[in-house]
């Protein structure tokens, strides 16, 4: 069974596009055919008159009651605007902005405004008058657009992947509740190092052939340099330390290796294994827990020196250029 994250697209317009709302979702259905294998996001559309529950609350409007229920637990609005701005509420000049604006001081998602590219019909020429000023006090705030289905998709394909690579660095900088974790290794630098940095370099030193082979030590060299504790054994591990070593000119030679590398390391009990559940049979993740982390890091600080020697070990060859050692002569042009 596949792990599938939810991501909620509130659709937000005045009464008077309600068609494009419709459209609007249809295109958030099609997304989900065609993206959902592959990143495994599914997108939710959020409405107020399919998702809103009836309830009444004294002092409370129906825009606020909407607001609490669904726009604040979204994760991206999308508002379109075609040639009316909508009713007033709430001290708002429509309830289309006031959902803006309460889901961009609560939710802190991602927003999206489209403007329709029509033709105004003379009768709402005066109401459109309301809209372009709405648009142009938009211009110093951030993003709208241009309405249509192709601008809708890139809109949320840019702003899905977005969100999944924010979730990814929330996941790999959070330190974690340890007591909360399934672990099946023990820490070995915690039996190994008790008391100060002076133990701690005495007893385990990173630079031992003996202790530490090559491609383990280029991983806990990665690990200070990108600042990174958590390893997921998911792709994203994998890209990131091929652009580190992309950063650094460096060799394809740790993201060839870096899953064997986790494995080797929590073998040794330098990273602890976590588990989404107690049934799994591999781990989702490696970590080096906050303590010991920080002790790499001090050690690593104060040994930058020999960090560069052995970075310079992995230094990719450069490339000569074929046509340096060339007369003008001898060139076809």
Same mark, same amino acid.
């Given at each position: 069974?596949?792990?599938? #994250?939810?991501?909620? *697209?509130?659709?937000?317009?005045?009464?008077?596009?309600?068609?494009?709302?419709?459209?609007?979702?249809?295109?958030? /259905?099609?997304?989900?055919?065609?993206?959902?294998?592959?990143?495994?996001?599914?997108?939710?559309?959020?409405?107020?008159?399919?998702?809103?529950?009836?309830?009444?609350?004294?002092? =409370?409007?129906?825009?606020? !009651?909407?607001?609490?229920?669904? !726009?604040? #637990?979204?994760?991206?609005? %999308?508002?379109?605007?075609?040639?009316?701005?909508?009713?007033? *509420?709430?001290?708002?000049?429509?309830?289309?902005?006031?959902?803006?604006?309460?889901?961009?001081?609560?939710?802190?998602?991602?927003?999206?405004? &489209? &403007?329709?590219?029509?033709?105004?019909?003379?009768? %709402?020429?005066?109401? @459109?008058?309301?809209?372009?000023?709405?648009?142009?006090?938009?211009?110093?705030?951030?993003?709208?657009?241009?309405?249509?289905?192709?601008?809708?998709?890139?809109?949320?394909?840019?702003?899905?992947?977005?969100?999944?690579?924010?979730?990814?660095?929330?996941?790999?900088?959070?330190?974690?509740?340890?007591?909360?974790?399934?672990?099946?290794?023990? =820490?070995?630098?915690?039996?190994? !190092?008790?008391?100060?940095?002076?133990?701690?370099?005495?007893?385990?030193?990173? &630079?031992?052939?003996?202790?530490?082979?090559?491609?383990?030590?280029?991983?806990?060299?990665?690990?200070?340099?990108?600042?990174?504790?958590?390893?997921?054994?998911?792709?994203?591990?994998?890209?990131?330390?091929?652009?580190?070593?992309?950063?650094?000119?460096?060799?394809? @030679?740790?993201?060839?290796? !870096?899953?064997?590398? %986790?494995?080797?390391?929590?073998?040794?009990?330098?990273?602890?294994?976590?588990?989404?559940?107690?049934?799994?049979?591999?781990?989702?993740?490696?970590?080096?827990?906050?303590?010991? /982390?920080?002790?790499?890091?001090?050690? &690593?600080?104060?040994?930058?020196?020999?960090? =560069? *020697?052995?970075?310079?070990?992995?230094?990719?060859?450069?490339?000569?250029?074929?046509?340096?050692?060339?007369?003008?002569?001898?060139?076809?042009?």
């Amino acid at each position: 069974m596949k792990t599938i #994250n939810l991501i909620k *697209v509130f659709i937000a317009s005045p009464g008077d596009i309600a068609a494009k709302r419709n459209e609007v979702e249809e295109t958030i /259905y099609r997304w989900n055919i065609e993206n959902t294998d592959n990143t495994k996001v599914i997108l939710m559309p959020i409405r107020w008159e399919t998702n809103a529950i009836p309830t009444y609350i004294n002092n =409370s409007s129906g825009q606020s !009651v909407i607001n609490k229920q669904i !726009v604040e #637990n979204s994760d991206i609005l %999308l508002a379109i605007f075609g040639h009316k701005l909508g009713s007033p *509420v709430d001290n708002y000049r429509s309830g289309t902005i006031a959902e803006i604006d309460h889901f961009y001081k609560n939710s802190k998602g991602e927003v999206g405004v &489209f &403007f329709l590219d029509e033709p105004v019909p003379q009768v %709402l020429a005066e109401e @459109y008058i309301e809209v372009k000023k709405y648009r142009d006090s938009l211009e110093d705030k951030g993003f709208y657009g241009t309405y249509s289905k192709d601008n809708i998709r890139r809109f949320l394909t840019k702003k899905v992947n977005y969100l999944i690579e924010k979730a990814q660095n929330n996941l790999e900088s959070k330190r974690f509740d340890l007591d909360s974790i399934s672990y099946k290794t023990p =820490s070995v630098i915690n039996k190994k !190092v008790t008391g100060t940095d002076k133990d701690f370099d005495d007893n385990l030193d990173i &630079f031992d052939p003996i202790e530490f082979d090559n491609d383990e030590r280029l991983l806990l060299i990665y690990a200070f340099m990108d600042e990174n504790s958590i390893f997921s054994t998911d792709n994203s591990t994998y890209r990131k330390v091929v652009q580190w070593e992309s950063d650094n000119n460096l060799r394809s @030679y740790l993201s060839g290796r !870096v899953f064997d590398v %986790l494995e080797k390391l929590s073998k040794s009990g330098i990273l602890k294994e976590e588990y989404d559940s107690s049934f799994d049979e591999y781990p989702s993740r490696y970590i080096l827990i906050s303590e010991d /982390y920080k002790k790499f890091k001090r050690y &690593f600080l104060k040994n930058e020196k020999r960090i =560069s *020697v052995i970075m310079e070990k992995y230094k990719a060859p450069i490339q000569a250029d074929p046509f340096s050692n060339l007369d003008e002569s001898d060139l076809p042009f």
